[in-house]
DNA sequence: TTTTACTACACGAACGATCGTGCTGTCAAC
DNA sequence: GTTGACAGCACGATCGTTCGTGTAGTAAAA
């Protein structure tokens, strides 16, 4: 009987008021990334889409059920516009550049309005214990051992050096990333995605195994100065 | 007139109200840390003061003025806790390493409840235009000048190599010290400190001049594993 | 085919709590 | 006796949440 129910209810054409819950979802997860998970309000989602507070909070039961979904909701739109084109190249160092290019090419397009989602609500979150800071927590570490694992799947396939410590790089490709992220979104300096780029091909330059270096290109990176820039202080 | 009047507040001992302010700044600090700018109320930090809402507002005049000054609290603690220490190291790289040592010291001994201050509140206010806003770029931008400064100073010392792009060098370091405050406060992943030590000293030796080399040490950071971690996925 | 029963979805009104911000009064220090 | 630091009280707005109601649409009963 509830079986039956079930069935049909997947095989309609989106529930009707599963429509309404995904367009609350979009709009969320934009407000969310500028303004916060906290600083989202039902009541500011609410006038925005043109919905009564309580029709919208029906969808969800309470704020941290909306929380979650959103999260939910970024992740899914971090896998199209990310994962799945990264995941598109050969695997090996070329999925893994791939998809730093794609994570970079992400944050400076503004796929979220307030810079990268989850960095966004992983420092937000990282001292409020409770199920939406595990969540953020299950994503990233994801995310990071998926960069960790293709480099090391780079050293099967004997690109990479095996006596490259993979973790570490992985921590400092993350980290390169992430700061492009930081600068871009708070100097609104474009100059941050190609400093990134550099960081990350010399990371991998470093570790690539010699017959494969033609793959990244010949100069050292960091002992190249490009244009001159002033001098602060 | 008003010179004498700052004059006397000057030498004046704590003008009275003044040292409440402080204690004030002092809570406020550390609630903002965590909960970010925004969720720092002053009906809770008037409760944990056992002030009275309107006795602590008097203080400031306005939320966006606590704001501020709790970021010049936050800026005087840490000028406190890593410039300082960090300048007392003689100028050149052992400086340079000596600050993001202490940078990173700061952010393991958790010198703010909910990791480093600046770099939370970067987050928070990157897209919300006003005052806190520009003031955190500035206080960013200013640390991250310092950093690519004495990088300079390095090479007029003729310890790093004058092809290094110092800019990128900034960037890089860094970043690596705010990848470990990220994955610190996300995972309580206390290895992220040697991880960003290792990349920290791989850097500095690549643009380091030949002679120096026994600064740092001499084996290669990026191709030397640690002990072996389990796979995932 | 019509009636009935039930569910899904959305609304408006209101709850108590808390937000930032004023105004007024009091008490102590200079 | 003037000034500065605070408390007390109250304001309008907004917070998350609950409740009762209305309206479609669908399923079963007549």
Not at 47 to 75: C, M, N, P, T
Not at 106 to 128: L, N, P
Not at 176 to 201: C, P
Request: proline residues 2%.
């Amino acid at each position: 009987m509830k079986a039956i129910a079930d069935i049909r209810k997947q095989k309609d054409k989106a529930a009707k008021g599963e429509k309404t819950r995904q367009e609350i979802l979009e709009a969320a997860v934009h407000i969310a990334s500028a303004e916060g998970l906290e600083g989202l309000t039902i009541g500011r989602l609410a006038d925005e889409l043109h919905l009564s507070k309580s029709g919208l909070f029906g969808h969800f039961g309470s704020k941290e059920e909306l929380q979650l979904a959103v999260i939910g909701k970024a992740r899914e739109i971090f896998v199209r516009e990310v994962v799945d084109p990264a995941f598109q190249g050969e695997r090996g160092i070329v999925r893994l550049l791939a998809m730093l290019e794609e994570w970079l090419a992400y944050v400076g397009r503004s796929v979220f309005r307030g810079g990268c989602f989850f960095m966004a609500s992983a420092i937000e979150f990282d001292s409020r214990p409770g199920q939406v800071r595990d969540l953020i927590a299950d994503l990233s570490r994801s995310w990071l051992e998926t960069i960790e694992n293709e480099a090391r799947h780079a050293q099967i396939l004997g690109q990479l050096d095996t006596r490259t410590d993979t973790g570490q790089l992985a921590f400092e490709l993350h980290a390169l990333v992430q700061e492009a992220n930081w600068s871009y979104n708070l100097f609104q300096n474009r100059q941050a995605f190609d400093q990134a780029r550099t960081g990350i091909l010399d990371r991998l330059r470093q570790a690539t195994t010699p017959g494969l270096l033609r793959l990244l290109g010949k100069k050292s990176a960091v002992k190249k100065k490009p244009a001159k820039r002033k001098e602060p202080k």
